[in-house]
């Protein structure tokens, strides 16, 4: 089996604290992760590859310190990675890097299965995946929560969405883009990190893809920044206190009134008002 | 003049609310542009009252594909659909819910259209002048609000977080056309096939869908007491939610837990029982309508971004509260 896994280089987001005065995030130390739910897309390629053999490939597109991210791809247990870097790269919006990743891909040779991670943390989109189905013309197969496959050409998976568990047969070759469910994320053995020291990582431009310039880049990207507003972190919170049963009764009796006064009360049998 | 559209959603043939929600937002986008607002509706065995609904809150036209082929979502059939829709009809703007289907299918259907789109978003506006759409979208778990537009492609597209607008009273004055489109053979993709449904145990809605969701966390202290929650939750006539904490613990499933790696939510009441708040829980919350903290810690981080908190044990205050709703439902 040759599975592709693209990830993504985001910030820390576990040790940020607001800054309560301009309502912005204060990055502490701004450290760089791979993006945490494409840990799970890592990981359910290397449980493909251990059940049916193949080779799985990390791949990224980024500055030229993502490739922090590809060697913990590669400490993990990825064979290869390739990291596609290039200024005329920046700027890029879903479409413009759902583009390139399909272009390199594309020059890879098409993979039976690309997998990735349901979202980014930071940018919280979720469009890479689906379009890279699009582009590469492979079937779409999202919110994946468990995975077999049936033959060498078709796999049954299930979907959570939102009316549950969906249950579906997907012909090969597919793109996955999987939920936490799928599996637990393994982590990087030594052997591992060594490996990741002396495995080359190729560096792609745009050139060596053969992108058009008019679809990458900002240049290529249909959307636009307009503003940037940092929303008010404080809804001004009523606290009261519930130190005994005194105090506890009033506390609740307040709640009431408060839930009332904004219609979110229930009224006879969990009904709403 | 080119339409402004919304992707409606059916389950087993019966309109979801989000179809309403988004039509609310399409007859602002509509009535700033003086256009009209067209709905796109791909199912099977469509309920024709769900049809009648769908104009009933604000749609002037739908388009409707009726075939055994869209009875379930896919993404292969539903975007070739979609797309050829689009080449035909050109709307200026097309909008569906960031539920599973909307950030599966508009993607997919951006790339082949070349439109810009713009996932999540939780306010929508038109530019003076230009007649731009402007997409705002919380990002960086929230800590943020950027508005984006398309200047030089068309559509522009945008899906929209479930319950971050209500729907429009009904009219059952309203007038809308609908026109039956009927599906081609060219679009019968079946590369993916639906075998089936399973649903987890005691959940009716999913959280993105739920009007008030009740969660508990690390405070709860035990799977035990997680009962608490779902008894509360019940009361409440709401939905369980968890932090990831509790999902780890394995005190709640994975479909229950709200933040960053699992849902972003908006529901008009969110009551958080034990969670301190950690970033990535409260980047899930940010666009719920009234936030309510029951914490034994005035300093948890929850508290910065609540509307109401009370401050003590909740193993004292739960039963309070239950009492307090028992005794509602008798009156």
Known sequence: MYIIIPIKQVPETGDVQMDKESGTMIRSGSKSIVNPLDLYALEAGLRLKALHGGRVIAITMGPVSAVKALKEALSMGCDEALHLSDRAFGGSDTWA??????????????????????????????????ALASWLDMTLVSYVSSLEMEDGNHLLAERLIEEGYQKVRATLPAVLTVVKEIA???????????????????????????????????????TRVVKIESPSVSRHCKVVHALDDASTADAVEQLFSFLEERGLAPLKGGQHA | MHEVWIIAEENEGKIKEISYELLARGRALADTLKVELGSVVLGHCIQPSGLDALIAHGSDRLYVVDDKALATFSCERYALVLESLITTQKPQIVIAGATTMGRTLMPYVAVRTHAGLTADCTELGIEEGSGNLLQTRPAIGGNIMATIKTPNHRPQMATVRPRSTRALPIDLQRRGLIEYI???????????EVLGLRKPEGQQLSIE????????????????????????????????????????RGWASYPHQVGLSGKTISPRLYLAVGISGAVQHLAGIKTAG???????????????????????????ILPQIERHLEQRSKV
């Open chain 2, 290 to 316: 009234c936030i309510v903290a029951i914490n034994s810690d005035e300093h948890a981080n929850l508290l910065d971004i609540a509307d109401f908190a009370i401050v003590g044990d909740l193993f004292s």
């Open chain 1, 184 to 222: 637990c994320p393994r982590l990087p053995t030594l052997a591992g990190k060594k490996r990741s020291m002396v495995t080359p990582i190729p560096v792609w431009t745009a050139m060596d893809i053969e992108a058009d310039p008019a679809c990458i880049g900002l240049k290529g990207s249909p």
């Open chain 1, 97 to 130: 890097t759902s583009y390139v990743l399909s272009k390199a891909i594309e020059k890879l040779g098409k993979p039976d299965l690309i997998i990735t991670g349901e979202r980014a943390t930071d940018g919280d989109t979720g469009q890479v995946g689906p």
């Open chain 2, 209 to 248: 869908e739920a009007d008030m969701v009740v969660s508990g966390g690390r405070g709860m202290k035990k799977r035990d007491n997680f009962q608490l929650i779902e008894r509360l939750a019940r009361l409440f006539g709401a939905q369980v939610g968890a932090s990831r904490d509790a999902v780890d």
């Open chain 2, 182 to 192: 009927p599906f081609l053979r060219e679009w019968d993709d079946g590369r993916l």
